[in-house]
């Protein structure tokens, strides 16, 4: 199902990714494209692995593919992505792999075909630097991490 909005995406499927499902939206609403494994794997705890998807991609220039965990797998078994979200610039030609890490107490294992993360399509806007002596000033200024408000201690 594409609309007038879907931005098209090269992918080309490589040996070991034949037979699997492209990377799809579970519902009209997801931001995200559910991607699965093209191999098995058992991930020890505390253990990472770059679970190879069979797939490369051509991400169109202006634009990468933003890697994130399933919510499923990180709440139920501590399995996440630990660089999330990871990101897969336009200019990568390499398999498409989701680096994951088991933070569960138990080995995690991973069947070929079973969705491991989410992908989103996302712009990128690129940045350039301007030196300058002084920067204007604000509410906060240079207050760090916590300076907004934190958490407050209940019972304390």
Same mark, same amino acid.
Not at 34 to 39: C, G, I, T, Y
Not at 64 to 93: C, F, M, W
């Given at each position: 199902?594409?609309?007038?909005?879907?931005? %098209?995406?090269?992918?080309?499927?490589?040996?070991?990714?034949?037979?699997? %499902?492209?990377?799809?939206?579970?519902?009209?609403?997801?931001? #995200?494209?559910?991607?699965?494994?093209?191999?098995?794997?058992?991930?020890?705890?505390?253990?990472?692995?770059?679970?190879?998807?069979?797939?490369?991609?051509?991400? %169109?220039?202006?634009?990468?593919? +933003?890697?994130?965990?399933?919510? #499923?797998?990180?709440?139920?078994?501590?399995?996440?992505?630990?660089?999330?979200?990871?990101?897969?610039?336009?200019?990568?030609?390499?398999?498409?792999?989701?680096?994951?890490?088991?933070?569960?107490?138990?080995?995690?294992?991973?069947?070929?075909?079973?969705?491991?993360? +989410?992908?989103?399509?996302? %712009?990128?806007?690129?940045?350039?630097?301007?030196?300058?002596?002084?920067?204007?000033?604000?509410?906060?200024?240079? #207050?760090?991490?916590?300076?907004?408000?934190?958490?407050?201690?209940? #019972?304390?």
């Amino acid at each position: 199902m594409h609309s007038t909005n879907d931005v %098209p995406v090269l992918v080309k499927r490589l040996p070991h990714g034949e037979g699997l %499902p492209l990377p799809a939206y579970a519902t009209h609403g997801a931001a #995200g494209m559910d991607v699965v494994s093209a191999e098995d794997v058992t991930i020890a705890p505390g253990a990472r692995h770059a679970v190879a998807s069979g797939l490369s991609v051509a991400i %169109p220039h202006g634009y990468e593919i +933003q890697v994130r965990p399933r919510s #499923g797998l990180a709440l139920k078994h501590g399995i996440t992505v630990p660089n999330t979200p990871g990101t897969i610039d336009s200019d990568y030609r390499g398999e498409l792999k989701v680096i994951l890490i088991n933070h569960g107490s138990e080995p995690f294992a991973i069947l070929r075909g079973d969705r491991v993360a +989410q992908l989103v399509l996302a %712009p990128v806007t690129r940045g350039s630097w301007v030196e300058v002596a002084e920067l204007d000033e604000t509410a906060r200024g240079d #207050g760090g991490f916590g300076s907004t408000g934190g958490v407050v201690a209940l #019972g304390s």
